[in-house]
């Protein structure tokens, strides 16, 4: 029985410093890539997955996103403002608690883009949630097969789906694919201000709660201007 889940937040908060020039004037998530803002094929994909509600964190440039979200009406978008201060990824979520709720909710990147393969990967993920063994369950990507990505991976992951980070000389077979179901419990003792969601990630990890699910399909690194062209070809050879 697939784990029902209609609220979802959205990091769109960063600078995105390695996509400039793009970023001048306009927060990463406004860039496009095939004709579409990044933020705007997360929010189709959250919408397509029964998401009616989304909360989208906003610092850089935040004004130009803000109003750029004004024209979306499914799910319907709350700004969680961070203008003040930037709290990175699991500072954010903290801020965004009071808002997300009590119930398990999707996490994901502004700029997370893949093709999808032959099943939507948010509904996979929601298919695959225990909440009663998770706390966070990422996404991921194959290392070797995204597309513009040229890392040392993230994570390995047993039969059960269970992970561990890699150490920092190692190489992992899996990426962070930036898509995620959270619970609120996972950030029950976390810090007021910045701090990295790795810190959280690292908790579930220590307590057997941090599982994951191989993405279907292609994921696409979208870091820099360079990379855009690449994703580009990736998607109109999909669809021929």
Known sequence: ??????????????????MLPLTQDMPKPMVKVDGVTLIDRVLDRLALAGVTRAIVNVHYCGDVLIEHLKSRTSP???????RDLLLDTGGGVVRALPMLGKKPFFLVNSDSIWIEGTSPNLSRLAAAYDEARMDALLLLASSAGAV?????????MNSEGLLTKRDEREVAPFVYAGASILHPRLFADAPQGAFSLLRS??????????????LDGTWMHVGTPEAIRGAEDAIRRSSE
Not at 76 to 82: G, M, P, R, V, W
């Open 76 to 82: 319907k978008i709350e700004i969680s403002d961070e």
């Open 201 to 214: 990630f690292k908790k579930a990890e220590a307590q057997s709660s941090l599982f994951g699910l191989r």
């Open 1 to 18: 029985m697939t784990f029902r889940i209609d609220t979802a937040m959205v990091l769109a908060a960063g600078f995105g410093k390695r």
């Open 148 to 156: 513009g990505y040229a890392g040392a991976g993230d994570f390995t």
